[in-house]
């Protein structure tokens, strides 16, 4: 259960880089890329507030990941069910992303590698706790 719980806080730290990573370096390169096209700036303004909000939502993602499983390391009794939930999250945004990009590898790492960790960190022969 210890290396389950491990894999959990890796899974969190992962979400709480990257969501650093999307709200600021992600964002940067999307601007430009909007300026350059010469988006309206209502646009570039409704999409920079849809942009942030979901840095903010993968922060806390990671937050709610690492207390469960720092938690699950100290050995106290937890229910994974929010780790689950994100998991599938991840696991099926990841998939349709995979397929809508036709198999850009980005994705892959992005979602399918942060959601396939959780879910294994979240399996338990317990059946949950």
């Known amino acids: 259960m210890r290396t389950r719980a491990v894999l959990g806080l890796i899974a969190g730290a992962i979400l709480i880089l990257s ?27 409704g999409l920079k507030l849809g942009w942030q909000f979901g840095g903010v939502a993968i922060l806390a993602f990671g937050i709610i990941v690492v207390a469960l499983f720092a938690r699950r390391f100290r050995g106290g009794s937890v229910s994974v069910l929010p780790a689950v939930v994100i998991a599938a999250a991840y696991l099926a945004f990841g998939a349709w992303a995979l397929l ?11 979602f399918i590698v942060p959601g396939a960790l959780l879910a294994v960190a979240s399996s338990t022969p317990g059946g949950g706790r």
């Not at 809508?100 to 992005?110: E, H, K």
């Open 100 to 110: 809508a990009s036709n198999f850009n590898l980005f994705f892959f790492l992005v």
């Open 19 to 45: 969501s650093a990573a999307h709200s600021f370096l992600g964002w940067n390169g999307l601007h430009d890329q909007l300026v350059a096209a010469q988006a309206p700036p209502d646009l570039v303004l």
